[in-house]
């Protein structure tokens, strides 16, 4: 098994696999049309497309707000897929299936299509709920103004390395803009530009910065703890929180403006606090923002297109399976069987139930999905089955469509407001109830600004929904009023510090993300739940997501796909 380290800095590894067909043939799933990778119908399930203003928006205390969530956009939590089992089949079986593959990917989020694109060689299905590609990395384009609809951006990889080959093969070099700035912090309606190495705070305070500065240099350039976390140092560093290992290290008393900070970030990037969280999980995060950031138009939904539409020319290698990409289709049972071949059984959009059989899967969906889908999973892996049993927490996030260009530099802002008023636990997170940070979604242009001079520019608000609870707040009574309300009055204070007026604002877009992070609580590595989910199921279902490790980290999806393409690639010759 290769490290992350390994992966981010390695060799080509399978990114040297090609797209020679292997698909080993079958009938298609009738009555399927084959869409072919040119048709409009087609199209709409790319992670980046083009959508349009709401026509009758809904004013909310005097700013315009699309009526409806992006992202996880399930009606008022009636029809949210995978609450209970959903592989109740009549006369108990699940339809006899009508196809062959190699390779069968569940789940079209980034580690889906990585995963997909790795194996590309054999000719992969992806299945995908939704009605669009790339998960959390989704994004939409307004009259020519890239945005994203959840993750926003990759740190930064080494030249040369596996990470850096696949990124450009799929030609992000072309359009990120790299941002390698500590992040500026409000504090009080001012400014910060870089409190984080103690600039503009008060003298008797700026030794515990500078502690604190050592501290994450140390973390991030000598005992950085690296995936797999299989060190005994990096499983004791599990075992004590975030905050713990963070005041220890300072050894004195940390500045409210700091603590807050580091909160804020804690917030915006795990869902989570820091006295909650994991110091190995937490200093994996935190010190690899020192190596800085690549950005793209549209955060990460840039990326989850490049590889859809990579994968696009599955059809036309191998027209027999087309479309390999397959949205809308809601995987409800994934069984192993004993001659070989896992079964893998889908709803369409009219809940009409499909099946084929695949020599290997990869499950890139979150664990408790996974829960109910895969067939017999507790009684045949009760190890694996307990172990994917973690704490996931939902976030929002608003997009502020803008008239005009951000007038201050910038890439993302944490609003502290007054420091000492930042939630210290989750029983004061719950109360909080606003966004955290503000990134300008319009950081990197992208090579449509040439095209659309006059496109709308775009503030990307994060609202972390740090607590147990809240993915109730997202769905229940009037999600879309409930949220623009209390956006409002922040919103106001955020455009005075940025610089833009109230009347810039063309619409405020909500996405919505219900089941987004896996809480990276202390002790869950040391446990050693991963290497239990990591280890593939019966010996062809293989897994592949963020929430192996309970980070929420492109790069340590990416890690497990290499792993399990690798061995996939072992078993299939």
């Given at each position: ?205 700026r030794p515990a910065y500078e502690r604190y500065r050592r501290l994450v240099m140390h973390m991030a350039n000598v005992q950085y703890p690296d995936v797999p976390f299989d060190e005994p140092w990096m499983l004791e560093l599990d075992q ?138 507790e009684e045949r892996d009760p190890a694996k089955y307990h172990a994917a049993t973690f704490t996931t927490r939902a976030y929002a996030m608003a997009n502020v469509i803008l008239d005009r260009p951000v007038p201050l530099e910038f890439y ?162």
């Amino acid at each position: 098994m290769q490290s992350r380290r390994q992966v981010l800095k390695g060799g080509l590894g399978l990114f040297m696999l090609g797209s020679a067909g292997k698909a080993l043939g079958g009938r298609g799933e009738p009555p399927r049309p084959v869409a072919r990778a040119g048709d409009p119908q087609f199209i709409a399930t790319r992670p980046l497309d083009s959508v349009a203003f709401d026509r009758s928006p809904r004013m909310i205390d005097g700013f315009p707000v699309r009526n409806w969530f992006e992202g996880d956009d399930f009606n008022n939590g009636l029809n949210i897929p995978f609450h209970s089992a959903q592989n109740v089949f009549p006369g108990g079986e699940p339809p006899e299936p009508q196809e062959v593959v190699d390779v069968c990917v569940v789940g079209g989020g980034l580690s889906g299509l990585c995963a997909a694109y790795l194996l590309r060689a054999y000719n992969p299905v992806v299945f995908e709920l939704h009605e669009r590609f790339g998960g959390n990395a989704r994004g939409g384009v307004i009259e020519g103004a890239e945005f994203t609809l959840g993750s926003a951006y990759v740190i930064t990889p080494d030249p040369g390395s596996f990470l850096d080959n696949i990124y450009r093969d799929l030609g992000l070099h072309e359009v990120v803009r790299i941002d390698d700035d500590p992040a500026p912090v409000e504090i009080n309606g001012e400014i910060n530009p870089d409190i984080w190495s103690g600039m503009g705070v008060p003298p008797h305070d700026r030794p515990a910065y500078e502690r604190y500065r050592r501290l994450v240099m140390h973390m991030a350039n000598v005992q950085y703890p690296d995936v797999p976390f299989d060190e005994p140092w990096m499983l004791e560093l599990d075992q004590i929180s975030f905050k713990q290992h963070i005041e220890d290290g300072v050894g004195r008393p940390i500045p409210a403006p700091l603590v807050a900070a580091i909160q804020a970030y804690c917030y915006s990037s795990f869902n989570g606090g820091w006295e909650e969280l994991s110091a190995a999980s937490g200093w994996n995060f935190l010190a690899a923002e020192e190596f800085g950031r690549w950005v793209f138009p549209g955060g990460n939904a840039w990326m989850a297109d490049a590889f859809w539409q990579r994968l696009t020319t599955l059809d036309d290698t191998d027209p027999g399976h087309a479309p390999h990409l397959r949205a809308g289709r809601r995987v409800v049972d994934v069984r192993v069987r004993g001659d070989g071949f896992t079964q893998v059984t889908w709803r369409d959009r009219t809940d009409a139930a499909y099946s084929l059989l695949a020599r290997r899967v990869v499950m890139c969906i979150p664990k408790h999905v996974s829960r109910y889908v895969v067939h017999e999973f507790e009684e045949r892996d009760p190890a694996k089955y307990h172990a994917a049993t973690f704490t996931t927490r939902a976030y929002a996030m608003a997009n502020v469509i803008l008239d005009r260009p951000v007038p201050l530099e910038f890439y993302d802002i944490f609003l502290l407001n007054d420091p000492t008023t930042f939630p210290t636990n989750a029983g004061e997170a719950a109360g909080f109830w606003r966004y955290t940070d503000v990134l300008d979604g319009s950081f990197a242009p992208g090579p449509r600004a040439a095209q659309y001079p006059d496109r709308p520019n775009v503030l990307c608000l994060y609202w972390p929904l740090p607590y147990d609870s809240g993915r109730f707040d997202l769905v229940l009574h009037d999600p879309i009023k409930t949220f623009g309300s209390a956006l409002a009055p922040q919103l106001r204070a955020t455009l005075k510090l940025v610089g833009v007026p109230e009347s810039a604002v063309r619409e405020i877009r909500f996405a919505r993300w219900g089941h987004a992070m896996p809480l990276a609580r202390v002790g869950f590595i040391a446990s050693g739940a991963p290497q239990e989910l990591i280890r593939p199921f019966e010996g062809s279902v293989y897994f592949v997501n963020q929430d192996n490790w309970a980070l929420p980290a492109v790069e340590n999806s990416f890690f497990d796909a290499v792993n399990a393409a690798d061995a996939i690639a072992g078993d299939l010759g």
